[in-house]
């Protein structure tokens, strides 16, 4: 079994940057795949970033060449640089997508 707890969100202004971090514990050697989501209310929750076991990488249409997905041990983080509104969301993250399991997430909020 994964955990992962989510941490690094915050007020920012448009334009500014951001990183998230994403610590996960239990069963690392088990995860192949660690994707960042991000929920506003009233809407679906949407993957905004993945990366794998073996580096690979994806990135939504929306947050392409703003936000970098990256991992080192237990850690996975989400570089968002350029931040716009419409980025304001909760962030999650997620192993293997097992999407019965998701944590508190963390809060980012992009405002003037």
């Known amino acids: 079994q994964v955990q992962l707890v989510e941490s690094g969100g915050g007020l920012v202004q448009p334009g500014g940057s951001l990183r998230l971090s994403c610590a996960a514990s239990g069963s690392i050697s088990s995860i192949v795949a660690v994707g960042w989501y991000r929920q506003v209310p009233g809407k679906q929750r949407e993957l905004v970033a993945r990366?794998?076991?073996?580096?690979s990488t994806y990135y939504a249409d929306s947050v392409k060449g703003r936000f970098t997905i990256s991992r080192d041990k237990n850690m996975v983080w989400l570089q968002m640089n350029s931040l716009k509104p419409e980025d304001t969301a909760v962030y999650f993250c997620n192993a293997n997508g097992n999407f019965g399991s998701w944590g508190q997430g963390t809060q980012v909020t992009v405002s003037s």
């Open positions: 990366i794998t076991s073996i580096d």
